[in-house]
């Protein structure tokens, strides 16, 4: 199974086209999104190219290609617009022999364990800096980092998930990392 995983569109249509056309062109199976997607919260400056109704048209042109979680960005009012569920905390997505607890960040992350088992993969977004981290029991703490406002020089951009391979890639899609479960 591929999967394209990216987080934290923060209303950009710029880079959620962007992680659209890299979807489409992947070939990927799945786009899983780590949560906030319309809004930029009060914490991040406007985005250049905020316009999150053109963003809400754009997701629901691929509603049944999606699988999200809530950011704390996300709220029930995001709901109503989106044509695609995004009010889970977390899914738990197993492909190519890998399982993953896939959340946004700001409640299960590294300070604050969800349950899981020995090697297992914590994903999430939120904190805007991608990351491979192993930890715990055979664990790995994986961040896509944030397509639109990425933090501590990391690019923007998202990652493409293939036979036990993370591979980290810049909007343009160009890889600057891997990780192999």
Known sequence: ????????????????????????????????????????????????NYAPKEVISLLNSVKDELLCVRGNCDTEVDQMVLEFPILADYAFIEADGVRMFATHGHKFNLSNLPPLKKGDVL???????SCA?????????????????????????YILFEKGVFSFRALDGQEYMQYTC
């Open 1 to 48: 199974m591929k999967i394209l995983i990216a987080s934290d569109i923060h209303g950009d249509i710029n880079s959620a086209q962007a992680v659209v056309n890299a979807y489409m062109e992947s070939g990927a199976d799945r786009l899983l999104l780590l949560g906030d997607i319309l809004y930029h919260g009060p914490r991040n400056d406007l985005p250049e």
């Open 123 to 129: 994903l999430h977004g939120h904190t805007h800096v």
């Open 133 to 157: 981290i192993p930890f715990g029991n055979s664990n790995t703490y994986i961040n896509p980092g944030s397509v639109t406002i990425p933090k501590e020089s990391t690019p923007r951009g």
